[in-house]
């Protein structure tokens, strides 16, 4: 029988939870937060966030919300089942098993809409790894170092389909989400977390040090999402403008804000939204929270000054 690790099993019975049972409601928690976190944060371009749905016509802010929390108890499962293993054939297959189960509840939840499959995937194997950790010596490092090691194995059971990463992969020469898990997620660990952190080291807000990873992200990560929805010239329109964002002093200063807006408005001209880098935000905020052995993720706090922001 299957675990329930609801979150309303963790708050009606919290004294029923050994360790590991809290660790793995902990790590779930956390994954949650990070995708509620990260799509709230307002404002994103071409993104759902607190404003609307972005370039997305089957998604909302309630929708992506009931997602995250429709695949949590998934992710905690993931969590007990990796505790005390080590990457390996019978493990990847596991979670290729759960995984699958999540991506039937997050259709579930969405009506049918593909919200957060690369999410699942994403933080899936974070999540196992981050499992398998000593809690006093955790790392984001480490953690994504042996995720790239999970993701070494191969899942001999997933059903034989051309996904949009296949597609892009081949089209283009780009390697997408299982190239970055396998390279130990290196738009996370030398990308996204050294920005969060030197723009919270600078004073800034939360808002803007998030908003500021992920225009950093963005710049850099061969998005499949845009190449997929418009080959090569969404990604150099998405890469410029967040490299013009950050020139002009990142999204806290009025030119830089101005230049966000500005990105918004092309990417829903082109019709697409920066999905892989959306997750690779939350993926960062997960790690930055499992590293500071933090019990949850700062909710976001996006001013309503930004939710009409849009020129």
């Given at each position: 029988?299957?675990?329930?690790?609801?979150?309303?099993?963790?708050?009606?019975?919290?004294?029923?939870?050994?360790?590991?049972?809290?660790?793995a409601v902990r790590l779930g928690r956390l994954a949650c937060q990070a995708l509620i976190a990260e799509a709230e944060l307002t404002p994103k371009p071409g993104l759902v966030d607190r404003?609307?749905?972005?370039?997305?016509?089957?998604?909302?802010?309630?929708?992506?919300?009931?997602?995250?929390?429709?695949?949590?108890?998934?992710?905690?499962?993931?969590?007990?089942?990796?505790?005390?293993?080590?990457?390996?054939?019978?493990?990847?297959?596991?979670?290729?098993?759960?995984?699958?189960?999540?991506?039937?509840?997050?259709?579930?939840?969405?009506?049918?809409?593909?919200?957060?499959?690369?999410?699942?995937?994403?933080?899936?194997?974070?999540?196992?790894?981050?499992?398998?950790?000593?809690?006093d010596k955790v790392t984001a490092s480490r953690i994504a170092e042996t995720a790239g090691e999970i993701a070494f194995f191969a899942d001999r059971a997933?059903?034989?389909?051309?996904?949009?990463?296949?597609?892009?992969?081949?089209?283009?020469?780009?390697?997408?989400?299982?190239?970055?898990?396998?390279?130990?997620?290196?738009?996370?660990?030398?990308?996204?977390?050294?920005?969060?952190?030197?723009?919270?080291?600078?004073?800034?807000?939360?808002?803007?040090?998030?908003?500021?990873?992920?225009?950093?992200?963005?710049?850099?990560?061969?998005?499949?999402?845009?190449?997929?929805?418009?080959?090569?010239?969404?990604?150099?329109?998405?890469?410029?403008?967040?490299?013009?964002?950050?020139?002009?002093?990142?999204?806290?200063?009025?030119?830089?804000?101005?230049?966000?807006?500005?990105?918004?408005?092309?990417?829903?001209?082109?019709?697409?939204?920066?999905?892989?880098?959306?997750?690779?935000?939350?993926?960062?905020?997960?790690?930055?929270?499992?590293?500071?052995?933090?019990?949850?993720?700062?909710?976001?706090?996006?001013?309503?000054?930004?939710?009409?922001?849009?020129?």
């Open positions: 029988m299957r675990p329930d690790f609801s979150s309303n099993f963790a708050v009606r019975t919290p004294w029923a939870l050994s360790r590991d049972q809290a660790q404003r609307g749905s972005g370039a997305h016509m089957d998604l909302s802010l309630s929708t992506m919300k009931r997602s995250a929390f429709a695949i949590e108890p998934y992710f905690c499962e993931m969590a007990a089942f990796s505790k005390g293993t080590h990457p390996s054939q019978v493990l990847r297959e596991r979670l290729a098993v759960i995984g699958r189960d999540a991506e039937r509840a997050m259709l579930k939840a969405t009506n049918e809409s593909n919200s957060h499959k690369g999410a699942i995937w994403i933080l899936g194997l974070l999540i196992s790894a981050a499992a398998m950790q000593d809690a997933a059903p034989r389909l051309v996904s949009h990463g296949d597609v892009v992969a081949r089209k283009h020469g780009v390697t997408g989400a299982r190239g970055e898990a396998l390279r130990g997620f290196p738009h996370v660990i030398y990308v996204g977390l050294p920005m969060l952190r030197s723009k919270r080291a600078s004073g800034a807000t939360q808002t803007v040090a998030r908003l500021d990873t992920l225009l950093s992200i963005m710049s850099r990560l061969d998005d499949t999402c845009l190449l997929y929805r418009g080959g090569k010239t969404t990604l150099v329109a998405a890469k410029e403008g967040a490299i013009t964002v950050e020139r002009a002093g990142g999204s806290g200063t009025a030119i830089g804000r101005q230049q966000l807006y500005c990105l918004n408005r092309r990417l829903l001209e082109l019709g697409v939204s920066p999905g892989g880098s959306g997750d690779l935000l939350a993926a960062t905020l997960f790690l930055d929270a499992v590293e500071r052995k933090q019990n949850e993720v700062q909710a976001d706090r996006s001013g309503s000054e930004d939710q009409d922001g849009t020129d």
